[in-house]
């Protein structure tokens, strides 16, 4: 069925053509404000409008609580999946965190398939990310539970505020928290639970292995 016959504005068919060009040509979907930029719309109000309107006539499918999760409908009779290598034990104290290319090199790892949806614009190299199931409480109020799957893009360095798999060497422990360099050579990983207490280390004790890009809830 033609744009036309499906009544929608033109604005809405640029959006939609643009929208699917984007996706095609990154693998993951543009942001409102890139939507806005390209189009020369007025407003990201505007966008979202007639995103909606998009959404309600069937032509894209979006996931509010999650950035850049725009699909297009008429793409996704098979929805496509990515394979990712797992880890296979959990983030837990006392155990060593392989790196993706320990994963890569070992051969068997499990292999885990996730929606490019989940990923957003991390989606167009998935050679870069690996799986973690989460063991422990410190990081529920970041609705990160016992028995999740994180998904980490494999990096050596974070911002501060961001979720990493921190390992500490001189420990030989290895914890999911939130990373804050303080100075002087102290790092500060914070867990996210109101009962337990932040671990500071020095720069040289840390190893980070990877950032967090998304969670995957295990259900009980």
Request: with cysteine; charged share 25%.
């Amino acid at each position: 069925m033609s744009k036309r016959k499906m009544g929608l504005s033109d604005l809405q068919s640029r959006m939609s053509t643009y929208i699917g060009q984007f996706i095609d040509d990154h693998n993951y979907s543009p942001s409102v404000r890139d939507i806005q930029r390209e189009l020369n719309v007025s407003s990201t109000s505007v966008v979202d409008y007639n995103l909606k309107a998009l959404e309600e006539r069937g032509v894209i499918h979006r996931d509010k609580n999650i950035s850049r999760a725009i699909e297009m409908v008429e793409k996704t009779s098979a929805p496509r999946t990515l394979r990712i290598p797992m880890a296979p034990t959990p983030i837990a104290a006392g155990t060593a965190i392989p790196v993706l290319e320990e994963l890569v090199a070992a051969g068997n790892a499990e292999m885990m398939e996730i929606s490019p949806l989940h990923l957003g614009r991390y989606s167009g190299h998935p050679e870069q990310l690996y799986a973690l199931r989460v063991k422990g409480y410190s990081m529920i109020e970041d609705l990160i539970n016992d028995g999740d799957i994180v998904v980490m893009h494999s990096q050596q360095t974070a911002e501060a505020g961001q979720t990493i798999a921190a390992w500490l060497r001189a420990e030989q422990a290895v914890t999911l928290k939130r990373y804050y360099p303080e100075g002087q050579g102290r790092v500060r990983l914070q867990p996210a639970n109101e009962s337990m207490e932040p671990i500071y280390t020095d720069e040289s004790n840390l190893e980070i292995k990877g950032r967090l890009v998304c969670v995957v809830r295990q259900l009980a």
